[in-house]
């Protein structure tokens, strides 16, 4: 009996690849990108797809190969992926949920403990010969216990986060515009908390949630924190509040049209500004690319999926 055939759009660790190949014929694009037409054209006669969230998989991709039947995207967002249509399809649609949490959680405090005490900010002065040598008043940060975190979507995520800012001996204030949970309103939360970090996914109601009006609902000694997806900020917005000090200071991980990155930001000292890292360990990339593989053989050996994202 012939292997399921399946396309591989990005190239993933070698021992998750072998055991994808111990039970299916992979097309590997090794080459970057995949260019919507070209896509397509790979596509043709697979019964599986393992993508990323760069991949747009749209109704007009998806029937264009009538034979699929998974699309097994290695993120735990899957915005790229039209999944309504997916399912009228008859298509499977995966996703890699938990084995990013701590990662991303990681990165999350990170970033927080980076732009509250400007250590990228100090960085490039230390690497431009600017630093003239110690000051009582030099390069003053903020503390971060007895303040407010402020968590914007309260699911693993967030609430890893949560976890380490209260061993950190802040606050914790919540509102989740997906499952409706919340200990303050947005309002509240946006007025009262001195770092307000994103976890929310993106949908139609979060994108621009962070706007001009929210960023000006906030304390001017706040910080703002985006590990999330770039477009829940209003990129625009963001550069005026911070060039106008609404706020003291971001830091994205995430950005409104990745790679490109919003001129005004790149030109702001209090700013952090991350190359999409969330997930970024050796564990956590091995592990979700092992999950998107045995979702993927799971689906074309007549299986459940493991973790499938409904409609």
């Known amino acids: 009996m012939p292997k399921p055939q399946v396309l591989l759009t990005r190239r993933i660790p070698s021992a998750a690849l072998a055991t994808l190949e111990a039970s299916c014929d992979v097309d590997r694009n090794d080459e970057g990108p995949l260019a919507p037409a070209a896509l397509v054209a790979r596509l043709h006669g697979k019964d599986g797809v393992i993508c990323v969230l760069t991949d747009a998989m749209t109704r007009d991709v998806m029937a264009s190969a009538p034979t699929l039947k998974v699309v097994s995207n290695i993120a735990v967002g899957y915005n790229n992926i039209d999944v309504g249509a997916a399912h009228e399809l008859g298509i499977v649609v995966t996703n890699t949920p938990d084995v990013l949490t701590e990662a991303t959680a990681e990165l999350t405090w990170a970033l927080v403990l980076d732009v509250t005490r400007r250590i990228t900010e100090g960085d490039r002065l230390a690497r431009r010969g600017d630093w003239k040598g110690w000051a009582l008043d030099f390069m003053l940060g903020t503390e971060l216990r007895g303040k407010q975190l402020g968590v914007v979507g309260y699911g693993r995520i967030g609430r890893a986060v949560a976890a380490r800012a209260r061993a950190a001996g802040m606050l914790i204030a919540y509102w989740d515009p997906v499952f409706?949970?919340?200990?303050?309103?947005?309002?509240?939360?946006?007025?009262?908390?001195?770092?307000?970090?994103?976890?929310?996914?993106?949908?139609?109601?979060?994108?621009?949630?962070?706007?001009?009006?929210?960023?000006?609902?906030?304390?001017?000694?706040?910080?703002?924190?985006?590990?999330?997806?770039?477009?829940?900020?209003?990129?625009?917005?963001?550069?005026?509040?911070?060039?106008?000090?609404?706020?003291?200071?971001a830091a994205l991980d995430v950005y409104e049209e990745e790679p490109k990155i919003h001129p005004d930001l790149m030109t702001l000292e209090n700013v952090v500004l991350c190359p999409h890292l969330g997930s970024a360990t050796t564990e956590t990339r091995t592990a979700m690319a092992d999950l998107a593989v045995r979702n993927t053989i799971a689906v074309l050996s007549g299986q459940p999926a493991i973790t499938p994202v409904e409609a």
């Open 180 to 249: 409706g949970g919340e200990s303050i309103t947005l309002d509240r939360l946006l007025s009262t908390s001195d770092v307000v970090a994103l976890h929310c996914p993106l949908t139609p109601e979060t994108k621009h949630l962070i706007d001009q009006a929210a960023l000006a609902r906030m304390k001017r000694s706040a910080y703002l924190v985006n590990t999330s997806r770039g477009p829940v900020i209003d990129e625009a917005a963001l550069a005026w509040a911070l060039k106008n000090r609404i706020i003291s200071g």
